[in-house]
């Protein structure tokens, strides 16, 4: 069965310092990894996808995450943290083949000027 | 045109109403979905459009009826809806490889219901 745990329900960090979103997962099969972003009364959008090619996974807006089989973990960073980057984010599984996909309960940045 | 668009931005409705929720894009995707949102909760899956055909109902109260008239349009019509729908309602598309590509999502409609 599939599912994730984001281990921290909000993250706050001061403006031009690390960001660090953990996730971790479960699944039978090799794993289909997202992280999505969503602001306040918008829509989700992709940051970055792991499709089993590179561990390192770059995405957009300097965010990055590295797929680790061993600790069955897709953690989120960001070297330096933006005031842009305050909302929500969600750590998502599916399987090849999955009929859905298996939110996290979502982690809520807050970042302090 | 990357986008997907969602209308109206916000609806509040009685339970006796009946309403629609559309959704339209240009994409030239294939797979379109429909999604519910609570207040800090992730989104639920509702409903799965392939090919412009239903392929996933996750169970959804019959007051909630998809549909896809066309591979760039999906509605949600409504009806006899209770104050514990009121949620946000994503809309979003996809190719139709199915679920391990990437979704493109609308900004929602924001739904009371009285």
Known sequence: AQSVTQLDSHVSVSEGTPVLLRCNYSSS???????????????????????????????????????????????????????????????VVSDPGANNLFFGTGTRLTVIP | DTEVTQTPKHLVMGMTNKKSLKCEQHMGHRAMYWYKQKAKKPPELMFVYSYEKLSINESVPSRFSPECPNSS??????????????????????????????????????????
């Open chain 1, 29 to 91: 099969y090799s794993p289909s990894l997202f992280w999505y972003v969503q602001h306040p009364n918008k829509g989700l959008q992709l940051l970055l996808k792991y499709t089993s090619a590179a561990t390192l996974v770059k995405g957009i807006n300097g965010f990055e995450a590295e797929f680790k089989k061993s600790e069955t973990s897709f953690h989120l960073t960001k070297p330096s943290a933006h005031m842009s980057d305050a909302a929500e984010y969600f750590c």
């Open chain 2, 73 to 114: 349009l999906l509605n949600l019509h409504l009806h006899a809806l209770q104050p514990e729908d009121s949620a946000l309602y994503l809309c979003a598309s996809s190719l139709p490889q199915g679920l391990n590509e990437k979704l493109f999502f609308g900004s929602g409609t924001q739904l009371s219901v009285l």
